[in-house]
């Protein structure tokens, strides 16, 4: 491919050589080193990659070390689920929590107010295991007081937690849900008794805030509100008097290179106004009807409901949106899936040299070639 050409090669024992200056490999782009016609064992630097490579007889490895690049990633759980009224007036359940929202995109915050999680490093031709949650199932009969948390979504061992359910009038949540988790659900109206706790349900340190509270009331007394479910970025409003929360807003990220906003709160409702998904999929809250369902593919917490004084029609909770992973990459990387659904894959990122995919269903693998 190259002859070597010097002023000074000096011999020493046995078959050691030195040469008296640094020596300088032939350097290519990308493109240029694939328009040669290689033979096994050539080696060139590659100014793309910045790195030296040799060529096996199919393929260039890099040298020094093992090859790997850097990743940056979004991952967003499935929302929360709504919960159900049954033949209640003046009585309503919470907005669902957003699912937890991960991201270590640079100059970004993840969810819960922290900054960006850390750079991670992986090495092309290795599968890393993707999955996206689902949201959270709203409640579908009168065996069902609350709804379902949402379904955590995964990047290779990254995992952010599906969205904290709705709490419903009742006292207790159903047996196997929980009003925590990437954030909390809103709080429903009933206090069954003195003492029991008037607070939404807990967000997860690093991807997402509380749902909102309700007043504190007597035994036997109840709420004219509920709160909202909390948001990757805002907690779930408290309800006023008679007044729903607003759910808890989103965040917004430009990791595909435009701003989009995931992971908001389900709004809840009230016997005056109803509270507003919070930005980024949260269903709004609304009266006198079933719940809304959170966004698809952005972890938004389903909406709460409220049934007026007189009012005694059964109700039904929406379900919380489901998850997201978005990855961004060099551009001189091609990502390929299996078990995946996934939107704009491997496209460019204007004015940058990267690429992205969005994966927005599934459980599988992705790798990069």
């Not at 929980?178 to 008794?193: F, L, M, P, V, W």
């Not at 990220?253 to 509270?275: E, F, K, M, P, R």
């Not at 609304?286 to 917490?301: E, F, M, R, S």
């Not at 039904?316 to 390929?336: A, D, K, W």
């Amino acid at each position: 491919m190259s002859t070597l050409e010097t002023n000074s090669i000096a011999k020493y024992s046995g078959n050691n050589v030195a040469i008296d200056d640094s020596l300088n490999l032939k350097s290519y782009t990308t493109t240029q080193r694939n328009a040669l016609t290689s033979a096994a064992g050539d080696i060139i630097y590659n100014s793309t990659d910045s790195k030296v490579q040799v060529y096996n007889g199919s393929s260039w490895d890099d040298l020094g070390g093992i090859a790997a690049f850097q990743i940056q990633f979004v991952i967003v759980a499935g929302g929360g689920g709504g919960a159900g009224i049954w033949g209640s007036g003046n009585m309503g359940a919470g907005g669902a929590g957003a699912g937890g929202y991960i991201s270590n995109v640079t100059g970004e915050n993840t969810g819960g107010g922290l900054s960006a999680t850390q750079t991670m490093y992986i090495a092309p031709s290795t599968n890393y295991t993707v999955s996206i949650g689902a949201g959270g199932v709203g409640t579908q009969s009168q065996n069902q007081e609350s709804g379902y948390e949402g379904n955590p979504s995964y990047f290779n061992n990254i995992t952010a937690e599906g969205g904290g359910a709705a709490q419903s009038y009742i006292e207790k949540m159903a047996l196997g849900r929980s009003a925590k988790g990437g954030s909390g659900g809103g709080r429903g109206t009933y206090i069954n008794r003195a003492g029991v706790s008037t607070e939404g349900g807990d967000g997860l340190t690093g991807q997402g805030y509380d749902g909102g509270s309700v007043q504190g009331a007597l035994s036997g007394a109840h709420n004219n509100a509920t709160g909202g479910g909390g948001g990757a970025s805002a907690v779930g409003a408290n309800a006023g008097s008679d007044n729903g929360g607003n759910g808890g807003a989103g965040v917004a990220t430009s990791i595909s290179g435009s701003s989009v906003t995931y992971a908001g709160g389900g709004g809840g409702s009230g016997a005056g106004t109803v509270g507003t998904g919070g930005a980024g999929g949260g269903a709004d809250g609304v009266k006198n009807a079933n719940g809304g369902n959170g966004t698809a593919n952005t972890g938004g917490g389903a909406g709460g409901i409220y049934n007026t004084s007189g009012v005694t029609s059964d109700r039904y909770g929406g379900n919380g949106g489901s998850g997201i992973v978005v990855l961004r990459y060099p551009n001189t990387y091609t990502l390929s899936q299996s078990g995946l659904t996934t939107s704009n894959i491997n496209t460019a990122i204007g004015g940058t040299t990267d690429k992205y995919t969005t994966i927005t269903a599934g459980t599988g693998t992705v790798s990069f070639a």
